[in-house]
Structure formats: C-alpha cells, structure tokens
C-alpha cells in the first residue's frame, strides 16, 4: 500500500498553506491530526521551496523545525525533516526524525551526505533545476522524464558512494521543480520508467500550480485535482505520496486499492 507523507509547513511563506502553523502548538497539533487521518509519514519543513522562495538562514529554519518535531516524535508517524542543511538536518535527527527530505539531492551542503551516512538517516533525493528563485525560469527539457531519470540515478549512486544504504535512499522527480506544466505531465504519465530505478518513489502533486493550469483553480481548489494525480501515481509505483489532504487522498487510494 502507498504510504502518505503528511505536510507540516512550519513556514510563514509557503504557496498553499504559508503561515498557517507557524506557531509550534499549532504545527504539532495540525501533525497530530495528519496521523490520525492516516499519515505514515510527517514531512517538517521550516524553509518554502516554492518557485521564487528567498533563502531562510540556518538559525531561523531550526528555530521553525525543531520545537515541532520534539513534540511529533514518537506519535504513531516517522518524521522526515524538508532540508538541504547540514545544521538542520542533524538538529532534527537529534529530535527525533528519521528521515532526510533534500530538495537539492545532497548538492545544498557539502557535508549532508557524510552525515546522513554517519546517522544511519533514510534520504529523499528529489530532482530540482536550478533553485527555487530560478528553477521556473524557461525551463527546458530534451525529453524529461529521461532526464530527470538520469539525475536521480546519478544522485543514487553519490549517495551510495558517500555511505549511504541503497536501501535507505528514496528518490523524487520533483513535480513542480523547474518543469512547465506539461513537464510534470509527462513524468506522471511515464513514472513507471522512474520506478525502473529500483528505489521508492517519492512524489508530491500535492495542490500545485500545474494542476491549476489544466483547469484554472487556485491553489486552495485544487483537492480534485491532486486525488486524481495521487491515485493515479499510486497505480504507477509511487511509493510515498506527499500531500497536505491526508484524509481525502487516503480515502481515495483505499477505494481505488479495492477496484484494482
């Protein structure tokens, strides 16, 4: 079965849900509840990756990140920490999470890996062009899904060079990093090519901006659209969804499980 990764964005400017939970109480509450909808997974993050996010300094995404993850830890969800810091990603295992969700695929921080490898950490390795100020500037692709493919294998392989467990590597096309809409598309369509790679696969529609382009809905609309790109990556070897709506795209994924 498909696990759900739940999203706590503990961050005052992210595109969906940004200053919702910036406040621990409200951050660990709102996590509590994403368990007892069906969260396998917890994904905190204290800095937006949205397209065009500015930078937030070391100090301040540990402020924003740990106090939550001390009061989630252990709650019945394994916590994943959304960070490409060392300082951070090391604090938040001190807290109490298992699992390094980095965006730039260990290219942030030169010394991610090495830790990462010492603590015995499960790694998301996501596919990003460019950065999140950069990364939806005229992004350009020969064939995507071939692409992203090859980065995500080239990753694995740093990643298991620098001591990183193959078995604790899951990898992440990166819907909606540095790809148009048809783009994300295109890897939806094909991720079974992806699956071939033979880690978990990690993916995350979750109320993004490409949807809106098929349909026009805003971001706070957008609940249809992402069961649909969730039930349908689930039937093509997705492994893990990330998604803000824990209740509505279990109930899908259950229902959906059945009939197949």
């Not at 919702?20 to 509840?33: C, N, T």
Request: glycine share 12%; charged share 20%.
């Amino acid at each position: 079965m498909t696990k759900i990764m739940g999203i706590v964005n503990v961050t005052p400017d992210s595109f969906s849900d940004g200053g919702l939970y910036l406040d621990p109480e409200l951050a660990v509450a709102h996590g509590h509840e994403l368990v007892a909808q069906g969260a396998a997974i917890l994904d905190i993050g204290g800095e937006s990756t949205r397209p065009g996010a500015e930078p937030v300094p070391a100090a301040e995404e540990l402020a924003r990140v740990v106090p939550v993850i001390e009061g989630l830890a252990g709650g019945g969800a394994a916590i994943s920490v959304d960070t490409s810091k060392r300082a951070v990603a090391e604090a938040a295992l001190d807290a109490g999470a298992e699992i390094v969700n980095d965006v730039t695929a260990l290219r942030g921080d030169p010394e991610m890996a090495a830790l990462c490898a010492g603590r015995g950490a499960t790694v998301v390795l996501m596919h990003m062009r460019g950065e999140p100020r950069t990364m939806q500037d005229a992004p350009v692709y020969e064939d995507v899904v071939r692409e992203v493919g090859d980065f995500l294998a080239a990753r694995l392989e740093f990643a298991v060079a620098a001591g990183i467990a193959a078995e604790r590597i899951w990898l992440d096309p990166g819907i909606g990093f540095g790809k148009t809409a048809e783009h994300n598309l295109e890897l939806l369509r094909r991720l079974p090519e992806l699956a071939g790679l033979g880690r978990p696969l990690v993916v995350g529609t979750s109320r993004k901006s490409f949807i809106g382009q098929v349909d026009g809905s805003p971001a706070g609309e957008r609940l249809g659209g992402t069961i649909a790109t969730a039930v349908l990556a689930a039937a093509s070897g997705a492994d893990v969804l990330r998604v803000h709506d824990v209740a509505e795209v279990g109930q899908a994924l259950t229902v959906a499980a059945a009939i197949i």
